[in-house]
């Protein structure tokens, strides 16, 4: 792992660069991190529609392009949720040409804790087949597993504790290890940090976005 955390090396790695995160809120963490260190990146709501609406980075000096969508249902949350434009991650791959500088991020857990795990199962082998289809018509292309947080453990248990997501991340890791992808560990690396809250701090956050750019840069 190397860090990234100067403006120039963010600049030399970023330039040109349209990363995509498709995942849930832990994963809309990294845009923000993006954000507080490449200073130049403008984000914002195209439709504004409270926290889980898709968030778009520009900057146009260095042709930057940051997109952060979530990924559909089942995703749980006690305020209203538009449901515009709203794809699969499977279906969001497939509407991507790929490039040499097209980065993709997926993440996909900590909501499907409370369900059938069928449900997430199969959910993973159709993002899997949407990244073979992916890499046929764009090798180049980079993607970026990463992979669930642990979680809380004193309340919701059901959607925040640990039993669920681990299950779920070693059957993430299976389906995907033989893939041209790179992993961010985050499980090991929560646990590492012993953090116990399903959205860790900044500081914690950063060491993932630096997973990020060794892989990119």
């Keep these: 792992i190397q860090t990234y955390r100067s403006t120039d090396e963010l600049n030399r790695c970023m330039q040109g660069k349209s990363i995509y ?18 200073k130049t990146l403008t ?29 559909t249902r089942p995703f749980l949350s006690g305020s209203y949720q538009s449901f515009r434009e709203e794809r699969t991650i499977p279906r969001e791959i497939d509407l991507i040409g790929g490039h040499k500088n097209t980065v993709i991020v997926l993440n996909i857990g900590v ?50 504790s640990s039993f669920h997501g681990y299950v779920q991340y070693l059957i993430m ?20 940090f012993n953090s116990n809250i399903i959205h860790p701090p900044n500081t914690y956050i950063q060491h993932e976005v630096d997973m990020l750019m060794t892989y990119i840069c």
Excluded: C
């Design 111 to 160: 909501h499907f804790r409370p369900h059938p795990l069928h449900l997430y199962i199969r959910r993973i082998i159709n993002i899997q087949r949407a990244l073979k289809r992916l890499f046929l018509r764009s090798p180049e292309t980079k993607v970026i597993i990463k992979t669930e947080h642990s979680g809380e453990n004193e309340k919701a248990f059901e959607l925040n």
């Design 43 to 71: 984000v914002f709501s195209p439709y504004g529609d409270g926290w889980a609406s898709q968030l778009l980075g520009i900057d146009l000096k260095r042709n930057i392009m940051v997109r952060w969508k979530r990924h």
């Design 173 to 192: 890791e299976q389906i995907f290890k033989d893939l041209n992808v790179g992993f961010v560990n985050a499980w090991d690396m929560t646990n590492a």
């Design 21 to 38: 995160l498709f995942g849930d809120s832990t994963l809309r963490q990294w845009i923000y991190n993006l954000q507080s260190n490449v």
